[in-house]
């Protein structure tokens, strides 16, 4: 075989063994926070989220869930096949018993805290 046609399989093996285990994280992450009783709202992955430098075989997630109280959480999440899932930096950015009045102040507060957190992940990659 020649070396670029060597070369673009080890690419292709690679992307498809990196889709292979974000589905299996995300699983896992949606089967951890079922157990403990809560419900994912969102999830996505973040290649430099917080505590991705010197991890060499987990992956970092942005996580948020809703958990067994209906208090809304977000949480760096990091997992790999063999390690679990681990939560850091879970805070409670929503108290089931803080619900807004009516539906645009909700998604006012909704598109605030989304933009507070696009920022503080922004900070952390700058610095």
Known sequence: MEP????VLLIA????FRLLAG???????????RE??????????APFGKGWFGERNARIYEVE????HGDVHR????????????LTEDRVVRR?????????EVSELERLRDENARLKAEITRRG
């Open 4 to 7: 670029v046609g060597l070369f």
């Open 13 to 16: 093996v690679a992307l498809v």
């Open 23 to 33: 589905g299996m994280d995300k699983d896992r992450i949606d089967d951890y926070v």
């Open 36 to 45: 403990r009783g809560g419900k994912v709202r969102s999830k996505s992955w």
């Open 65 to 68: 869930y809703e958990d067994k």
């Open 75 to 86: 949480a760096t999440v990091k997992t790999s096949m063999f390690a679990g899932v681990y």
């Open 96 to 104: 089931a018993s803080e619900k807004p009045a009516d539906r645009d």
